[in-house]
């Protein structure tokens, strides 16, 4: 299934209430002030993004995510918050379709400087500090359960899933992450570790730890490869359609002080979390790193090294269910037809499951 065109909206800006989102019919956005920012880059937003089926939206996804599970049951109404990862935001629209037709209600939020929430003269993606990010997803969590007056099941993509668990895991340790509200945590391809040969993880941390701290906005010389962003854009080899100034198709520059946030939170998630719901954990069975677009970028994760990600995942502390998704790009649900359906018959397995886990738990 391929999404419409978007539309940047003019409107996107400061508001407390909800308002039409880039989207179209059925979505919703809503300005998180978040006041000055501790990085310097002036007054900062995130923006909190809902899905209203009942607005005439359809519950059918496309043959690549049925809107129900195959037996025809729902899901248990359980609200759904989503993170994206670096160079990304809420774009797809299939996901929160296919949540929103279990009966689940959908929200996805816009992380400051990223997609709907980038300011002028703010550098994208920019934070010093992971833990930072506590701020809008404390207040996305509040509004929410205030909203929907339910549990909470967080899904996190790429670096997003880094952002959930060390999250999760500091609510687990403030009071718990059940008393705050959250069931569960879904990961599609979290990224746990820096790729690439080992040195970039032992000498290379040690460079970017410097560098970070004291020229943090520097842009690390990194090679620039478009393969990923190529295979999904439609207007190249893929069938989505997103917009390019809020994902460009090689990916924003890589800053020092970012990047040392990044290995910052990953050498805390090697420790060992205790994140206080069961996991999910979706990701390809292979990895293909390629300068340039090639058929082979289509059945594998083109941008971390699922090596990686099967070895963290253990430190998750607490029940963690992994599934390899044959042909699954790096964001398995947008893969091609066949593994995004296998991706979606997992989800929706396992929210099945832990339906009847919590079910059980509280009885």
């Known amino acids: 299934m391929t999404n419409e065109p978007l539309a940047r909206s003019s409107t996107l800006g400061a508001a407390d209430t909800w308002q039409p989102d880039v989207l179209g019919d059925g979505y919703e956005y809503r300005t998180l002030d978040l006041g000055t920012d501790p990085d310097g880059e002036g007054e900062i937003v995130a923006t909190l993004v809902r899905h209203l089926p009942d607005t005439g939206i359809s519950g059918d996804t496309g043959s690549g995510a049925p809107g129900t599970t195959g037996s025809g049951a729902t899901g248990p109404a359980v609200a759904v918050l989503y993170l994206h990862g670096f160079t990304d935001y809420f774009f797809q629209r299939h996901v929160a379709e296919h949540l929103t037709a279990r009966g689940h209600r959908f929200y996805a939020l816009d992380l400051r400087k990223c997609g709907r929430s980038l300011r002028a003269n703010q550098t994208p993606h920019f934070i010093g500090d992971l833990a930072l990010y506590d701020r809008e997803l404390n207040e996305s969590l509040r509004l929410i359960t205030e909203e929907t007056q339910g549990e909470v099941l967080v899904m996190g993509h790429s670096t997003g899933g880094l952002v959930a668990s060390l999250w999760l895991d500091r609510l687990q340790r403030a009071g718990g992450t059940a008393a705050a509200g ?40 990194l090679s620039k490869s478009s393969a990923y962003g190529d295979s999904l ?16 198709r090689q990916g924003f520059p890589v800053r020092a002080g970012w ?18 719901v069961p996991a999910l954990l979706l990701r390809s069975k292979l990895t293909q790193f390629a300068r340039e677009y090639g058929p082979a970028v289509d059945v594998a994760d083109a941008v971390l090294d699922v090596a990686q990600i099967q070895r ?12 390899p998704i044959d042909g699954a790009r790096h964001d398995v649900f947008l893969s091609a037809d066949e593994p995004r359906s296998a991706a979606f018959r997992e989800l929706d397995s396992w929210l099945d499951w832990l339906a009847t886990y919590l079910s059980g738990e509280r009885t």
Request: hydrophobic share 40%; net charge positive.
């Open 182 to 221: 959250v069931s569960g945590l879904v990961l599609n391809s979290p990224w746990f570790d820096l790729q690439g040969p080992t040195y970039v993880r032992t000498v290379g941390t040690q460079v970017i730890n410097t560098v970070g701290r004291f020229r943090a906005k520097s842009a690390l010389p």
């Open 259 to 276: 990047l040392r946030a990044i290995r910052l939170g990953q050498a805390r998630l090697h420790r060992g979390l205790d994140i206080g």
């Open 233 to 248: 854009h439609h207007s190249l080899a893929g069938e989505w359609d997103y917009d390019l100034d809020w994902k460009p």
């Open 312 to 323: 963290w995942a253990g430190c998750l502390g607490d029940r963690t269910s992994i599934v």
